[in-house]
């Protein structure tokens, strides 16, 4: 999974905080306890995105798949 940059983090960091301002609890139109979280990960072909797709177009962790799960 990718980690997201300072600037991204302190912005869902203030929506957080102004929902739990504003609501009294977070998140505030659902029980706290009904979040899920999850990583949905996929093996890709990386030779189709090589020839369809701009550079970047996968994580770096896609491109090491083989070498960190097949040795």
Known sequence: ALFHDDHFQDCVATMAQYIFDEYGKFPATIPSVYILTYLQAHYLDL?????????????????????????
Do not use: M, V
């Open 47 to 71: 030779d189709f995105y090589d020839k369809h797709f701009k550079n970047g177009a996968y994580l770096e962790t896609h491109k090491r798949h083989d070498e960190w799960w097949k040795s």
